[in-house]
């Protein structure tokens, strides 16, 4: 999430439900764009869990630093 154009970790949390633009080639998405939720984020690294990687029909758990997260993410929603 950018505030004043200035990355901030602290709004990542646990249990949130992101998606990622479609044609980022750093995810693999390509006309389709991805959904996954959060697991955790600890030490400037977010852990999550995303399906259909790389079009297998698997549920797989990643990690990515924040500042790669945020750059392909198009939508953090809070659930709790």
Known sequence: LRV???????????????TIDSYQ?????DVWGH?????KVENGTVYYYEA????TELVYYHSRTVA?????????????
């Open 52 to 55: 259909n990687y790389n079009g």
């Open 35 to 39: 959904v996954g939720f959060v697991d």
């Open 4 to 18: 004043n154009g200035v990355q901030h970790q602290g709004f990542i949390k646990s249990g949130d439900i992101f």
């Open 68 to 80: 790669n997260f945020l750059a392909g993410c198009n939508a953090l929603i809070h659930l709790w």
């Open 25 to 29: 080639a750093n995810w693999g998405t």
